[in-house]
């Protein structure tokens, strides 16, 4: 048995959540997300516990049990509080400004980067080395600060580019290091 499945997700007193079918919609003092479940899977309230169930012990089934169990409990936390991932930028000369909702990257090419903000994400620029990526979908988050790392994915050899502040880079010797 699934046993990140079978926990009840227990809601908070300021979350809402709305189960229509297969379409679950949280609404929370950051915002409100919806998502459509697998129609496999089924999904009962109980006051303010849900329960997750599966019809049964299929592979696909099995994987799905835990994945939407664990979904629908990253959208009760990200419209409780937001997520958000840190990210550095590491590199003589490499920058981040926040142009409006959006950043302006220098990293070292002949043009600046200009990174567009989604919607639902917002961005802290606390001081030019360091971007903070905020929103309520956690899936969103992570992608976003995906996306701004590969505009300049950190090098092993002197440790230039983004990172993610809690990410560590190998370094490793050179050519003159035998």
């Given at each position: 048995?699934?046993?990140?499945g079978?926990?009840?997700i227990?809601?908070?007193e300021?979350?809402?959540?709305?189960i229509?079918?297969?379409?679950?919609?949280v609404k929370?003092?950051?915002?409100t997300?919806?998502?459509?479940i697998h129609?496999n899977?089924?999904?009962?309230?109980d006051g303010?516990?849900?329960?997750v169930?599966?019809?049964n012990?299929?592979?696909?089934n099995r994987?799905?049990h835990?994945?939407?169990r664990?979904l629908?409990?990253n959208?009760?936390?990200?419209?409780?509080?937001?997520?958000?991932?840190?990210?550095?930028?590491?590199?003589?000369?490499?920058r981040?400004q926040?142009?409006?909702?959006?950043?302006?990257?220098?990293?070292?090419?002949?043009h600046?980067?200009i990174y567009?903000a989604?919607?639902?994400i917002?961005?802290d620029v606390?001081n030019?080395?360091t971007?903070i990526?905020k929103?309520i979908?956690?899936?969103l988050v992570g992608?976003t600060?995906?996306?701004?790392?590969t505009?300049?994915?950190?090098e092993v050899?002197r440790?230039?580019?983004i990172?993610?502040a809690d990410e560590v880079?190998?370094?490793?010797?050179?050519k003159?290091g035998?």
């Amino acid at each position: 048995m699934s046993r990140i499945g079978n926990a009840p997700i227990t809601v908070p007193e300021k979350v809402e959540v709305k189960i229509d079918g297969q379409k679950v919609t949280v609404k929370g003092p950051k915002g409100t997300l919806e998502r459509e479940i697998h129609k496999n899977i089924s999904i009962e309230q109980d006051g303010n516990t849900i329960k997750v169930t599966r019809p049964n012990d299929e592979p696909s089934n099995r994987a799905l049990h835990g994945l939407t169990r664990t979904l629908i409990n990253n959208m009760i936390i990200g419209v409780e509080q937001e997520y958000s991932k840190e990210l550095q930028i590491n590199g003589v000369g490499y920058r981040v400004q926040k142009q409006g909702n959006d950043l302006k990257l220098v990293l070292g090419y002949s043009h600046d980067v200009i990174y567009k903000a989604p919607a639902g994400i917002t961005f802290d620029v606390p001081n030019p080395n360091t971007i903070i990526v905020k929103g309520i979908d956690k899936e969103l988050v992570g992608q976003t600060a995906a996306e701004i790392r590969t505009k300049r994915p950190p090098e092993v050899y002197r440790g230039k580019g983004i990172k993610y502040a809690d990410e560590v880079i190998r370094r490793k010797e050179g050519k003159t290091g035998k």
